[in-house]
């Protein structure tokens, strides 16, 4: 990366510059779209309890997790996004901090569980926040990510890297983020396909996993935490 140019403070300004337009479409993304899977995908293997939703946008997902009956924290980098989060959503039981992915503000196994859903990506070196999200819980505590499959057009978001320009997204395949997740003391539990229109369950159940994973527009995983 350029000497000038700081990942971070530009990540943030950028959410920053985006929050109305993801809040204006989140309800509809999470009850209808593209992550309307991701908190019934998450119950079959995260039990009740404290949960921490990491890269939580507006927090309309971590109310859906409230919902559900999860005591939730939502964490993001936008301080825009946390302010609309705070002003649309109070509940005992569910709040939000803004924070960093790579440096997050809370104590050594915290939460029994975390759900980041399409933010990994968006961390100058993802193994960082890896590694964060295993400190914050506890030991057995388990993470539900949401990692943008190949056929996902919000890719272009790191696009301009291949002109050279400085970007602030890390797009990675499937394989590769659980390769390094199980290299870094995790253990898949489970993965599950979201997908567009026009891939049908009887062009799926006869691929394996990998052919599985090159269709998707997100992959869902379930990770565990050795120890």
């Not at 929050?19 to 991701?38: F, Q």
């Not at 993001?76 to 709040?95: F, H, P, T, V, Y």
């Not at 975390?114 to 505590?141: D, F, H, Q, V």
């Amino acid at each position: 990366m350029g000497s000038e140019f700081n990942w971070h403070e530009e990540a943030e300004k950028q959410w920053d510059d985006r929050s109305e337009m993801w809040s204006s479409k989140s309800r509809v993304m999470w009850e209808e779209g593209s992550r309307s899977t991701i908190v019934p995908f998450l119950k079959q293997h995260i039990g009740k309890g404290a949960i921490a939703d990491l890269g939580c946008g507006d927090g309309f997902g971590s109310y859906l997790l409230f919902q559900e009956g999860f005591e939730v924290t939502g964490v993001d980098l936008s301080k825009d996004m946390i302010e609309r989060a705070n002003s649309r959503i109070q509940n005992e039981g569910l709040s939000f901090v803004q924070g960093d992915l790579t440096d997050l503000p809370f104590q050594s196994e915290q939460f029994d569980g975390a759900m980041a859903i399409n933010s990994l990506e968006w961390i100058e070196t993802p193994y960082k926040g890896l590694e964060e999200i295993k400190r914050i819980l506890k030991p057995g505590g388990r993470l539900c990510i949401g990692l943008l499959g190949p056929t996902a057009m919000p890719r272009i978001n790191s696009y301009r890297r291949l002109y050279g320009e400085e970007v602030i997204c890390n797009t990675m395949m499937p394989w590769e983020l659980r390769k390094m997740a199980e290299e870094t003391g995790w253990k898949c539990i489970d993965g599950q396909g979201v997908y567009k229109r026009g891939v049908e369950e009887t062009h799926l159940h006869t691929l394996d996993e990998e052919m599985k994973q090159a269709l998707t527009f997100m992959w869902l995983f379930i990770f565990e935490k050795n120890g």
